[in-house]
């Protein structure tokens, strides 16, 4: 399966800040994904990430705060806007190969906003 | 709509004792079925998941969860569990382009 290095790990952000996640995947895969996982929550899709267009972005989930780009199929990054202390979580980028439904997750990027 | 429960939220079992977690879902179609596993300040890692055929599936590190469509269940389950097996479960349901679905998660607490 394939293996993700989601950097960075965590971070100590001010309000008002931005941070970008980055995904990279050690292989050509079809879909990617970005979670997240608000503190004591389970997971909530935010967005698909898809390759040379824009992100297809979930229910209560928008561009302007959740910027993400795919440039080719390996990589991603996934930007955490004009940041508040409401969005304190694990943010987590997922894989999807084939048909088969093969998903990886990464190890995730702990967030606090201060 | 798609929707995955887990009831319990939390679970106790001493070690060398037996673990089952539940989980049901809500999905039209026949489900796609994941059930991952998150230890304290990790990822997510796949235990097992359920496409078609034998109801009986089984995953890595002992476990093995029986997709029941009669009862809309997919529970998971470990006949001895280990001191390591504390963590966070989620069980998940994919709903369609890849998207998965998750429930709440069961915390499972092991004790000596």
């Known amino acids: 399966s394939a293996v993700i290095s989601q950097k960075p790990s965590r971070d100590i952000c001010q309000r008002g800040t931005s941070l970008t996640i980055q995904c990279q995947v050690d292989s050509q895969v079809t879909m990617m994904f970005w979670y997240r996982q608000q503190p004591g929550q389970s997971l909530t899709l935010i967005a698909t990430a898809n390759q040379g267009s824009e992100a297809t972005y979930e229910s209560g989930f928008v561009i302007d705060k959740f910027p993400i780009s795919r440039p080719n199929l390996t990589f991603s990054t996934l930007t955490v806007s004009n940041m508040s202390p409401e969005d304190s979580s694990i943010y987590l980028c997922?894989?999807?190969?084939?048909?088969?439904?093969?998903?990886?997750f990464g190890s995730g990027t702990r967030l606090t906003v201060v | 709509a798609q929707s995955v429960t887990q009831p319990d939220i939390h679970i106790t079992v001493s070690e060398g004792a037996s673990l089952e977690l539940r989980c049901n879902y809500s999905?039209?179609?026949?489900?796609?079925l994941f059930w991952y596993v998150q230890s304290p300040g990790q990822g997510l890692q796949l235990l097992l998941k359920?496409?078609?055929?034998?109801?009986l599936v089984q995953g890595i590190k002992g476990f093995e969860a029986e997709f029941k469509r009669s009862q809309s269940s997919f529970n998971l389950r470990k006949p001895s569990v280990h001191w390591s097996d504390a963590a966070e479960y989620f069980c998940?349901?994919?709903?369609?382009?890849?998207?998965?679905?998750f429930g709440a998660g069961t915390t499972v607490t092991v004790r000596a």
């Open positions: 999905y039209g179609a026949t489900p796609y």
């Open positions: 997922s894989v999807a190969q084939d048909s088969n439904y093969g998903y990886t």
């Open positions: 359920y496409f078609s055929g034998d109801t």
């Open positions: 998940a349901v994919g709903v369609g382009d890849y998207k998965l679905s």
